[in-house]
């Protein structure tokens, strides 16, 4: 990272969960799966600020993983699942994610976990945000090791037409699927879109001019470290990450 970078007042973790709080709209049912620990404050800041009729289901949380009473998974395959929060180890120029191996799939260097449901809530869900809390060209790359999520899909498939967006410490990227290609959507105070693209493995559609993303307001920032902070604590909702990572610097 360029070590000009404005100083935010706020962590990695903050700004992202600030970030994407914003995304997140009143009335809709927005969810994130379990050890999503930048989600869940994002889905609560959201709702503490703009979205109060939202209804969010948070896995990893004693009072919210079944805020519908629904499972999480039938909930998307009915078409009825309106955001969801989703991250992933690589991604490519074809708008694929990658979260099941790094390396060659078939003798791997690295298998993970987090394939279970990927799939599915990318297909279904009818918005998908991603989220990196690092921005290299080991996480953006030319071609996925393994396709769990495929951008774009053979047009007799139904699916959201939507675009979905990347939030990383650098940037927003908008994977528009008519064009199957990345735009520089908004660069982060303190950043160029020249430090993105040459922190990306591919190149990017960047607009004239490009948009400075509004940091984080006092208001979001108080909101985040007070009220969210406090009401994970209480719910069970990763208490002890939010106690270490929700405070003033």
């Known amino acids: ?29 927005s969810a994130c ?5 930048i989600p869940a404050a994002a889905l609560l800041l959201a709702e503490a600020t703009h979205a109060p009729h939202a209804e969010i289901i948070i896995l990893g949380s004693d009072e919210l993983s079944h805020n519908l009473g629904k499972d999480i998974h039938f909930l998307t395959q009915r078409g009825q699942l309106e955001l969801f929060f989703h991250s992933a180890l690589q991604f490519d120029a074809e708008g694929n994610f990658n979260l099941h191996v790094i390396g060659d799939p078939n003798a ?33 790359v030319d071609k996925v090791d393994f396709v769990s999520g ?13 675009p979905f967006k990347v939030f990383t410490p650098m940037a927003v990227l908008r994977f528009d ?20 693209q040459a922190q990306t493995g591919f190149p990017l559609v960047v607009p004239d001019p490009v948009m400075v993303t509004p940091a984080p307001t006092d208001e ?29 610097p």
């Open 33 to 37: 799966g379990a050890v999503s620990m």
């Open 220 to 248: 979001e920032l108080s909101t985040l470290r007070g009220e969210v902070r406090d009401r994970m604590i209480s719910t069970g909702t990763y208490p002890e990450w939010a106690r270490e990572v929700l405070r003033a």
């Open 177 to 196: 699927r008519d064009t199957a290609r990345y735009t520089l959507e908004s660069v982060h105070p303190g950043f160029t879109a020249e430090d993105v």
């Open 108 to 140: 791997p260097d690295r298998r993970l976990p987090g394939g279970y449901g990927s799939g599915l809530m990318s297909y279904m869900a009818k918005r998908i945000l991603f989220f990196r809390t690092e921005h290299n060209p080991r996480t953006f």
């Open 1 to 29: 990272m360029p070590a000009g970078a404005v100083d935010l007042r706020c962590n990695t973790e903050e700004l992202l969960a600030i970030l994407m709080s914003r995304e997140v709209r009143d009335w809709e049912i």
């Open 150 to 162: 495929a951008g774009v899909t053979d047009e007799r498939i139904q699916r959201s037409t939507e």
